[in-house]
């Protein structure tokens, strides 16, 4: 913490309590933040960008930090943001057919469902799936896989009542449930 | 498979797969990456051109609320350019403050019809002529005008009556005889509890 008060600004001095609590929050939160960001974006670098823009944006908001009460929901609100803002840039297209297929096979050949779920193609064919979800659907649904979050803080990530949160989610489930099943019988859309 | 267990495995799967989808473990050493970066970018300004940057949008918002004020007040206040001298004008009207010399009228080009589908002009169109500003301002207000041939014979009947003469006509001799007032009768209180 010696030397916190170097790094903000050099020109423009700022409340030493002010950056102790930015560096705090970078300490405590910076897996969370990552995590939030790579369930949007899947990919560990993109998402490792992500969480540095996150805090990039929160130096840029630092005045507000002293009003900050949930700093998990805050900091997973602007992770959100600037993943999005990533993936914008560039979205690399995933053959679901490909995915698809290498599921069918890892279950024709015996696999059961913890096997299949840590293939790295079921990854592929789950993200691709979701992907197809409806944007509110699919918002919640991501937000809600990363571990830590309360249906709370994705509501407060997101800007919508809690109950809604549940019911995206319940509803994003029974889709994505749909869909997988249709995929393992081979009767998906292309 | 039954169609029993296909239902199963789906949900495990699904379950599963999710389970696994958002657990992304953060790479060793992110804090100190996050923090390294931060420290080798300057900082945005917060003291951009000397304001802090929530007060710059507070101080343009104001200025624009200042600029629109004084355009309204302006507007609102602004006396009319000089105007010629009306044409026909009695022969005891005063004098005008800005003698505006009298210059020829020009011919002026006809007002384009308006469109048929115009719902409404624009809101800040200047004031029609003849109401307020329509004239010259005058030295005077109110300002004298001669007077009409009914108020010259009042006040040649006013300066030649009697002040008798004037209050009995102002009150009609027979009105004030009907004029009566009733003594006052007010009955005593009553100091007994009802």
Redesign the interface.
Known sequence: MGSAG???????P?ASAVVDD??AL??EH??FV??VA??VLRN?AD??DA??ET??RV??QR?RLAAVREPRAWLARIAWRAALDRRRRARPEVSLDDAAAAVRGL?AAGAG??Q???DAQ??TL??RL?ASLPRELREA??L????EMTSAEVAAALGIPEASVRTRVFRA?QL??EK??AV?EGKHER | MSDKQ??R???????????????????AG??E???E???A???????AWGW???ARWQWAAAGVAALVLLAGVSYFTRSPAPQPAPVAQAPEAPALVPAAPVETPTPVPPAPAPHPNALATSRFHRRPEGRLGAGPRLAQFPSPAPLSEQEQLLLRYAQQAAPEQLAASSLGQGKLAELRIEPLRIPPLNSEPN
Do not use: K
Not at chain 1, 6 to 12: H, M, P, Y
């Open positions: 170097a790094w903000v600004s050099e020109a423009i700022i930015l560096e970078v300490r910076a897996g990552y995590r790579y369930a560990r998402a490792e969480a540095q805090f990039l130096v840029r005045g279950r469902a913890e299949v779920a840590s079921m990854l789950l993200e979701i649904l991501t809600s896989t990363v571990e489930r994505l449930r997988l099943a393992l | 296909n239902e495995f789906v949900d495990e799967l699904l379950d599963a797969s999710l389970a696994r989808y958002g657990r992304g473990e953060a790479p992110l804090e990456r996050v923090l970066e931060l420290r970018r300057p900082a945005p300004s917060v003291w802090p940057a929530a």
